[in-house]
């Protein structure tokens, strides 16, 4: 069974840096794009960071831009995000996303999540 295992998550205060790290397995990891997504109480859940599969190219939401920073180990299976300055509208669960693009097919998993909490 696919798995995509997400920890790092905690209570950080304002201006803080906290590293999450997704861990994958079951699934040949080099040929997804990775993302991460987050949800925060009462909203949709948002796309904050995406990196290709090859680790090239990333893309990141504008809220985020300058202070998350995505990156990814295909050797280790896993994919990063370092938040620093964080600010509490960052609070939020935050879910890793893998999603290929094959024959017009799409295969996506995803994560349990990790709770972020931006708080002093």
């Known amino acids: 069974q696919v798995q995509l295992v997400e920890s790092g998550g905690g209570l950080v205060q304002p201006g803080g840096s906290l590293r999450l790290s997704c861990a994958a397995s079951?699934?040949?990891?080099?040929?997804?794009?990775m993302s991460w997504y987050r949800q925060a109480p009462g909203k949709e859940r948002e796309l904050v960071a995406v990196?290709?599969?090859?680790?090239?190219?990333?893309t990141y939401e504008d809220s985020v831009k300058g202070r998350f920073t995505i990156s990814r180990d295909n050797a280790k299976s896993t994919v990063y995000l370092q938040m620093n300055s964080l600010k509490p509208e960052d609070t939020a669960i935050y879910y890793c996303?893998?999603?290929?693009?094959?024959?017009?097919?799409?295969?996506?998993?995803w994560g349990q999540g990790t709770q972020v909490t931006v708080s002093s």
């Open positions: 996303n893998a999603q290929r693009r094959l024959w017009g097919l799409t295969s996506q998993y």
């Open positions: 079951r699934f040949t990891f080099r040929d997804y794009a």
């Open positions: 990196i290709t599969s090859a680790g090239d190219s990333t």
